[in-house]
């Protein structure tokens, strides 16, 4: 297994058709280029009918390895289910909110910006902070000096303007 042939994984799951009603997208690290072993493969999804979707989960993938599946009557997070197929640990993420809303989502589109913007040393340096077991969102923020909580700041971030984020990543030092 390889970082590389994850999508290998992801056709032999059929997960993007089976999802398709709920808009499924993949997230983080791997179609970033930014895995480390172990990552996982990260699905969002505005899933309106949190049933729906989790049936279709709990029918499709309750015997895959390491299958679990998290229910929350509040708040907009509805259901994660989390198992692994073909040697890859998937968890996939049912929110209420559209996709474009979700918090995953941003961070991605904000982490896939910065790195479209920068002349490879953005990358380099968060697979280094990502290799010595750093997270994505906190690797982001310590490298462009965003203080506090880096979640909360990639999300300010993703308003920003493509110069805006271009003087951000040459005042670090990284872009």
Not at 152 to 158: T, V
Request: include cysteine; glycine fraction near 10%; aromatic fraction near 10%.
């Amino acid at each position: 297994m390889t970082v590389g042939h994850y999508a290998s994984a992801v056709t032999s799951s059929a997960v993007m058709e089976l999802l398709k009603p709920f808009d499924p997208r993949i997230v983080g690290t791997l179609p970033l280029g930014l895995a480390v072993p172990g990552s996982d493969i990260d699905i969002v999804c505005h899933a309106p009918d949190p049933n729906a979707f989790a049936d279709i989960v709990w029918t499709h993938y309750q015997s895959a390895d390491d299958f679990v599946l998290y229910r929350w009557a509040k708040g907009t997070r509805q259901a994660i289910a989390r198992f692994v197929w073909d040697g890859w640990p998937f968890e996939l993420f049912g929110d209420l909110r559209p996709v474009n809303q979700q918090q995953g989502w941003i961070h991605f589109e904000v982490e896939r910006r910065l790195l479209a913007l920068d002349d490879g040393r953005l990358r380099q340096a968060v697979g280094k902070l990502r290799a010595d077991g750093l997270k994505t969102e906190p690797a982001f923020a310590a490298l462009l000096g965003i203080p506090g909580d880096p979640y909360r700041g990639l999300l300010e971030l993703a308003a920003e303007a493509d110069a805006s984020l271009r003087a951000r990543l040459a005042a670090c030092g990284v872009g």
